[in-house]
C-alpha cells in the first residue's frame, strides 16, 4: 500500500512539473536554430560572401523577402538612396531567423565593419512561431553581428504591417515581436525604428499601391522605407548634414 502511494505521488509530481514548465522546456524554439536552406538559397548566400569579399561595405540590409525586393521593385528607389554609399542587399526571401542566423555564422559579415546594418526580419517566422519566439530569433541575429563587427551600428526595424487591417493575424503577431525588441536597443550601438505606420492609412488600413498582396512592397512602397528611414540612416553612418 505505501509503495502504490508512494508511485502515485510521484506520477503526480511529474504532472504538476510538466503542466508548469516553461514553454521554452516544453518546445524547442527553431526561430535560434541556425540552418541554411535550399541549393537556389545556398547559391545568393554564397554569392553574399563573394561580393562582401571584396570590401568596400559601409552598409548592408539583411533581411527577408521584402529586403531582396530592393533588386525588384525597389531598385529605382534603392540607386537613388543607396547606390553611393557602399550598400549591400543581404536579403534572402522567404527567409526566417534562423536562416539569416546561419547566414551570419557562415560568413555573410566575414570580414568587412560596415558603418551601418539595416535589420528587418520575422514575418516569415509568423506562422510558426510565437511573438516571443521570434524576438528572441532576433535577439540572436543583434548578438552576432555585435560579435562579428563589433564597430558596425545597428538600425534594427520593426517587422512591418501585413494583412488588410489590424484584424490580421499575421500583423498582431509581428506588433507583439515589435513590442519586444524594442527593448534590443541601447541607443549607442543599437537603435530602434518602427515605421509601420508609414505604410498605413489614417485607420490602420493597408492597401494594395503600397503592399500589392499586403505583405510585398510597391515601388511606391520602397520609396516610403527609404524616406522614413533616411535622416537615421544618415546619422548612425556619420554623414555630415548639407
Known amino acids: 500500500m505505501i ?77 537613388k538612396a ?60 543583434v548578438k552576432e553581428l555585435r560579435e562579428r563587427t563589433p564597430k558596425t551600428k545597428i538600425l534594427l526595424l520593426g517587422i512591418f504591417p501585413r494583412g488588410k487591417d489590424a484584424k490580421d493575424n499575421g500583423r498582431k503577431k509581428n506588433e507583439k515581436v515589435n513590442e519586444i525588441i524594442k527593448g534590443y536597443a541601447d541607443d549607442k550601438n543599437v537603435f530602434f525604428l518602427d515605421i509601420g505606420k508609414k505604410f498605413l492609412q489614417e485607420d490602420g488600413e493597408l492597401t494594395k499601391d503600397i503592399m500589392p498582396d499586403l505583405l510585398h512592397l510597391s515601388p511606391k512602397g520602397y520609396e516610403i522605407w527609404a524616406e522614413s528611414i533616411e535622416s537615421k540612416v544618415a546619422e548612425l553612418m556619420g554623414e555630415k548634414k548639407g
Not at 24 to 34: C, E, F, L, V
Not at 102 to 125: C, D, F, H, Y
Open 3 to 79: 509503495r502504490r502511494r508512494l508511485l502515485f505521488a510521484g506520477v503526480l509530481a511529474g504532472l504538476f512539473c510538466l503542466s508548469f514548465a516553461p514553454a521554452s522546456a516544453q518546445k524547442d524554439n527553431d526561430a535560434i536554430k541556425p540552418v541554411p536552406r535550399e541549393k537556389g538559397w545556398m547559391e545568393r548566400h554564397k554569392k553574399f560572401n563573394e561580393r562582401v569579399a571584396k570590401g568596400n561595405v559601409d552598409l548592408v540590409f539583411i533581411g527577408d523577402s521584402i529586403t531582396q525586393g530592393w533588386e525588384g521593385a525597389g531598385k529605382k528607389a534603392w540607386e
Open 82 to 141: 543607396y547606390g553611393k554609399r557602399n550598400a549591400v542587399n543581404l536579403g534572402i526571401g522567404g527567409d526566417r531567423t534562423q536562416h539569416v542566423i546561419w547566414r551570419l555564422q557562415n560568413g555573410n559579415v566575414e570580414g568587412i565593419s560596415p558603418k551601418l546594418a539595416v535589420i528587418m526580419i520575422g514575418t516569415n517566422n509568423a506562422g510558426a512561431n510565437a511573438p516571443e519566439e521570434t524576438a528572441e530569433g532576433i535577439k540572436l541575429i
